[in-house]
């Protein structure tokens, strides 16, 4: 299914591009996620596991370009991606209805409205999607920021995994699961 790029007009006054990633965009990309991985607390991948070689992050974003039922997206402002939002399909039959959302933005792009807003388009594409019924997502319970984002755009707590991540200094947090239901 096809993606339109659109123009935002953020918070900060500023106009971003969010539009399809596509293979040529993979070398900027892996520098983008490098470097919000490095400024947050709240990835499930960590800085120290993301290194894909630029042949397998063309592969990745080739899968999504592939799959009726996924979408990549990135934000960009003059040439620069300042984060992204995947939105995976499933890839079995009995699970292709559903889609689990991963979201990154750059830290002096976070609190801009740049979350919400390819949060959004992602919502729009999955609604229009004939595929898709259920989009999900986890989340650290401290993480409210963007619970309060998911919680905008009609995501519903299925359940709480206690200590469900740990870092490398022994510390648990709790997962949270949510879902949004797009038919």
């Known amino acids: 299914m096809k993606f339109s790029s659109t123009d935002i007009l953020l918070k900060n006054k500023k106009i971003v591009t969010v539009e399809l990633c ?3 965009d993979a070398e900027e990309l892996i520098k983008t996620v490098k470097t ?5 607390k709240y990835m499930l991948t960590g800085p120290d ?3 894909p070689p630029l042949e397998q992050e063309k592969q990745w974003i080739r899968s999504f370009l592939e799959k009726e039922n996924s979408l990549l997206l990135i934000a960009r402002q003059g040439g620069k991606i300042l984060g992204n939002i995947d939105i995976t399909g499933g890839k079995v039959e009995i699970t292709k209805h559903t889609a689990v959302i991963g979201m990154g933005i750059l830290k002096e792009w976070r609190n801009t409205g740049l979350g919400t807003a390819l949060l959004n388009k992602g919502i729009e594409w999955a609604k229009q999607n004939p595929i898709l ?3 999900w997502l986890q989340v650290f319970a401290e993480n409210t920021a963007a619970i309060t984002i998911y919680k905008k755009a009609g995501f519903e707590i299925d359940g709480v995994q206690k200590r469900f991540f740990k870092t490398k200094d022994n510390i648990y947090y709790d997962n949270i699961i949510m879902s949004l239901g797009v038919r």
């Open 36 to 40: 919000y991985l490095a400024d947050s």
């Open 22 to 24: 596509n293979v040529e």
């Open 49 to 51: 596991d993301f290194d």
């Open 133 to 135: 019924e259920i989009l």
